[in-house]
């Protein structure tokens, strides 16, 4: 049994600068969580925050739990609404794109 | 779960839900019906005139980058004939404009269009990072956002450009909406919900035709009050521009301009993405909400909020509104929030006298509204409508007026004012010095002192 699957992380529209100024992050994640659940986006989200996350702007990426309002999820470029938003279970090889859409333009 | 088919298509894979009316598209799709929403609205409004002269307020960042794109595919798609050009305000703010000059430079190059950069350097004889070394950050925001806006219409009037574009979209719009209602101000909805905003000062010195055609300078020479504004993208939300911006891939810059303090804008903000996350079609219906209530509200818009009394006169001439309206300053793009309340006004002042004459400006406050203490005006309307001017009294001290308290006491003119242009500038403005020179010499005056300073800490 995988223990980890590998997946694609991309920070965007002004997310990188939380993430050591980096775009494209190779996560490699715990296939399940700590209740031996399915890894999912959820999971995914928590993994990022507590390992990946150099900043301690937390709440800029995660608020109340979920993503901020206002930064949008994609997942294999789709919304995530349409995939079951953090309940997704994730899958190696997929592509996860967090955007802000809170910046200037 | 099995993947969800695209509702238009029915072949390709849905990828985006859209927020306004829950329909799920493919990409191809939705790029084509977001093209095609956006030049519905331009035709709709009749917002250009085949042949116009356009430039892009073009900041680098997505909405710009988006309005450019899609200007520019519409344009080529149906033949417009728009002559369309870039024109990017360089603040001087190091680390922040810089970067994003860079994003509009690979534009200008990848759409093959002209870019026009302005400074506030070469206009002012400041630039941002120069006054915030004078001023400090608190409150840099009001200069930034005043200057931007002439910054804006001298680059156009340079280019001979009579109508700038700006790439506010639907949440931009449903925040100052909010704002305004959260601060009793609904004089100010015209403002922001009206497709086309500024208009074209040849109606000031009241020898041309509201079209400009022969607006001030002969021979294509533009007078740099001669600029319309307007914002194609004010009924696109903001999630589908950066969908937008994603699947065609654009380049665009994306930080928060580093001087910018987000005050209360952050929190219609916040208040508008948690709405928009609970129910989507808030957004659009709040903007729509706005429209509706600025056609309600006589002399929405600014109107005699300074002419009709001495305390609303204060308001007039220095607004630090840029914590919240201004999102001119505030990292949010160039020309967004522009000109204050000064442009507002001014613009009520030419509706005064030229609402007829001008379609856009009449859809959004139907009836030309007499600038005196009401009775014209306010006539044959509403009981609930005379508010304002007890709601403009009481909005003083909410904003408090830290400096220059000079300038005001020249304000406090008594009825209807007169729209001229400033003495030092040429500006379009209702005050014989514009809000931009009353704040240059507020800078100036101080500057000697912190020039050594700032010399001697270099040296």
């Not at chain 2, 859209?18 to 799709?29: D, E, I, T």
């Not at chain 2, 719009?173 to 009206?194: F, I, K, P, Q, S």
């Not at chain 2, 380049?251 to 996350?277: H, M, Q, V």
Request: proline fraction near 4%; include cysteine; aromatic fraction near 4%.
């Amino acid at each position: 049994m995988a223990d980890n699957i590998d997946i694609k992380v991309e920070f965007t529209g002004g997310l990188e600068m939380l993430f050591s100024d980096k775009r494209n992050h190779k996560i490699s994640l715990p296939a399940v969580d700590s209740d031996g659940q399915p890894a999912n986006v959820a999971f995914l989200i928590k993994y990022l925050c507590e390992n990946v996350m150099k900043s301690q702007k937390k709440d800029l990426f995660v608020l109340d739990g979920s993503v901020r309002p206002g930064i949008l999820v994609l997942i294999n470029d789709a919304d995530w609404e349409l995939e079951g938003e953090d309940q997704y279970e994730l899958q190696a090889g997929d592509n996860v794109v967090f955007v802000s859409t809170l910046h200037g333009g | 779960m099995p993947p969800q088919l695209c509702t238009h298509c029915k072949t390709a894979r849905a990828q985006i839900l859209r927020p306004k009316n829950h329909s799920r598209l493919c990409a191809a799709c939705f790029t084509s019906v977001f093209e095609s929403e956006v030049a519905a609205t331009i035709t709709s409004t009749a917002l250009f005139h085949p042949g116009e002269r356009i430039a892009i307020g073009a900041s680098g960042g997505k909405d710009s980058c988006v309005l450019a794109s899609v200007l520019k595919t519409l344009n080529d798609r149906y033949k417009w004939g728009l002559d369309l050009v870039l024109l990017s305000v360089d603040e001087g703010i190091t680390g922040y404009r810089d970067h994003s000059l860079d994003a509009v430079r690979r534009n200008a190059k990848e759409l093959d269009l002209p870019l026009h950069i302005v400074s506030y350097e070469e206009l002012y004889g400041w630039s941002m990072d120069q006054v915030v070394a004078q001023i400090g950050k608190k409150g840099n925001c009001t200069y930034c956002g005043v200057f931007r806006r002439q910054a804006l219409d001298r680059g156009a009037a340079r280019l001979g450009v009579r109508h700038v574009v700006t790439g506010h979209n639907a949440d931009d719009v449903a925040e100052t909406v909010l704002m305004n209602l959260l601060r009793g101000d609904l004089m100010r909805l015209g403002r922001a919900t009206g497709i086309v905003t500024s208009t074209p000062a040849a109606a000031v010195d009241g020898l041309k035709d509201a079209d400009g055609d022969d607006g001030a300078g002969a021979g294509g020479e533009v007078g740099i009050t001669n600029v319309k504004r307007s914002k194609p993208l004010m009924y696109a939300y903001e999630k589908e521009i950066v969908l937008y911006a994603h699947h065609k891939k654009l380049d665009y810059f994306s930080t928060e301009c580093i001087y910018s303090p987000e005050a209360f804008r952050g929190s219609a903000r916040t208040l508008i993405k948690n709405l928009e996350r609970i129910r989507p079609e808030s957004i659009l219906d709040v903007v729509r909400s706005g429209i509706e209530m600025a056609r309600l509200v006589p002399e929405a818009d600014g109107g005699c909020r300074g002419a009709c009394g001495a305390k609303g006169a204060k308001k007039e001439v220095i607004q630090p509104d840029d914590e919240d309206e201004g999102n001119g300053g505030c990292g949010t793009g160039n020309g967004r929030g522009s000109g204050g309340e000064m442009a507002e006004m001014e613009r009520k002042l030419l509706m005064d006298e030229r609402a007829e004459e001008m379609g856009t400006e009449t859809e959004i406050q139907p009836r030309p509204v007499q600038n005196g203490v009401g009775a014209d005006g306010v006539k044959g309307r509403q009981e609930a409508t005379p508010a304002p001017h007890p709601a403009s009294t009481t909005i003083v001290p909410v904003r408090p007026k830290k400096k220059d308290g000079a300038p005001r006491a020249a304000v406090a003119l008594p009825g209807k004012q007169t729209l001229g242009r400033c003495e030092r500038c040429g500006y379009l403005s209702s005050q014989a010095v514009c809000k931009a020179c009353v704040l240059l010499e507020g800078l100036n005056k101080s500057r000697p002192r912190t020039a050594i300073a700032v010399d001697a800490s270099h040296g």
